[in-house]
């Protein structure tokens, strides 16, 4: 069974960084498709950024230029470092594994708990 759980989230001011981080075990991470998804309150899940399973990557075009996806696959951990970090990205942030790209988002992956992120003006 595929588990997955994040840390690092927190309250930080505008224009500061945070990075978050996505445990697995169950799978190994690099076989598996891979994004972080976010909800603030009152709003629909949206995609934040993703790791295809060919390696390409893509970013929402609210945080293009600001937030990096990586992976340490010794450890099986994914991070999302977020900088110049806006009010705007206040929400809770879900690490997504899929084994293939079109089941990102869906039911047919794993979700962790997911972590608060809250960017005060």
């Known amino acids: 069974q595929v588990q997955l759980v994040e840390s690092g989230g927190g309250l930080v001011q505008t224009g500061g960084s945070l990075r978050l981080s996505c445990a697995a075990s169950?799978?190994?991470?690099?076989?598996?498709?891979i994004a972080w998804y976010r909800q603030a309150p009152g709003n629909r899940r949206e995609l934040v950024a993703s790791?295809?399973?060919?390696?390409?990557?893509s970013y929402a075009g609210s945080v293009q230029g600001r937030f990096t996806i990586s992976t340490n696959d010794a450890e099986d951990t994914v991070y999302l470092q977020m900088d110049s970090l806006k009010p705007e990205d206040t929400a809770v942030y879900y690490c997504?594994?899929?084994?293939?790209?079109?089941?990102?988002?869906?039911?047919?992956?794993?979700w962790g708990q997911g972590t608060q992120v809250t960017v005060s003006s």
């Open positions: 169950g799978t190994t991470l690099s076989d598996n498709a």
């Open positions: 790791i295809k399973i060919g390696g390409s990557r």
């Open positions: 997504n594994v899929a084994w293939r790209d079109y089941d990102l988002g869906s039911n047919f992956g794993s």
